[in-house]
């Protein structure tokens, strides 16, 4: 099984408007993390939400989690041209020695100026 | 900010040989991780290191894969001898702890398999 899908896969905005990505997964889970990468360089940590919790801001990021539909949406408010990248979510599992995340595809996100 | 310091950005290598990337996690992390990204696919997991010891692996991480932390700041992964298929984007990866924390990603060693 999949875990740690994104959709959509792309997507287009202009400059100032909002953009939502989601992300679906399959088994239980600590913590769902959301990462950026710019075209071929690496991953930067956006912001954590713990499977107790429903939802948090950071700055022009709100990321939602609903544990009964293992599902998370990352909003980002007023895009802007330097917010095109590909976001990932990425889960870690509960239990024991669950070191390892587990990322989506991504989604790949351009907002146009 | 700190940061996780991955040299080379770029390794060209010839199928068969060994390669070593380099990492320097942040200096009070406990955990490191490495995972890979191949062109266009999802970034996955390798193999995570806790107490001088990996703590899980991948199927991935087979024998030609190896870890070590030689000087108790470098953090170092191995592969014995390259295939065309192990040419990807490679991520260093530290944490705090194994759970409720953020893990900090280097920007990735880009390595080509010819």
């Known amino acids: 099984s999949q875990q740690g899908e994104e959709d959509p896969q792309a997507l287009s905005i202009q400059e100032g408007e909002n953009a939502t990505m989601n992300c679906s997964y399959k088994t239980s889970i600590n913590n769902l993390q959301w990462y950026r990468q710019n075209s071929g360089r690496g991953l930067v940590h956006l912001i954590l939400?713990?499977?107790?919790?429903r939802e948090k801001h950071s700055g022009r990021l709100r990321v939602t989690l609903d544990t009964s539909k293992k599902s998370s949406s990352l909003l980002i408010t007023a895009s802007r041209a330097a917010d095109t990248a590909s976001y990932f979510c990425a889960t870690d599992a509960p239990g024991a020695g669950s070191y390892q995340l587990t990322f989506g595809k991504g989604t790949k996100l351009s907002v146009i100026p | 900010e700190p940061e996780v310091t991955q040299t080379p950005s770029h390794q060209v290598t010839q199928m068969g040989q060994e390669v070593i990337l380099r990492c320097v996690p942040i200096?009070?992390?406990?955990?490191f991780y490495w995972y890979r990204q191949i062109l266009g696919q999802k970034v996955e997991f390798l193999v995570s290191f806790y107490n001088n010891e990996i703590s899980e692996k991948s199927e991935i991480f087979d024998d030609q894969f190896s870890v070590e932390r030689p000087d108790g700041s470098n953090f170092t992964l191995k592969i014995r001898s390259t295939k065309l298929e192990d040419s990807a984007m490679y991520f260093c990866?530290?944490?705090?702890?194994?759970?409720?924390?953020?893990?900090?990603f280097g920007s990735g060693t880009r390595l080509t398999v010819v």
């Open positions: 990866a530290s944490s705090e702890g194994n759970s409720f924390m953020r893990c900090t």
């Open positions: 200096s009070n992390h406990l955990y």
């Open positions: 939400i713990r499977s107790n919790e």
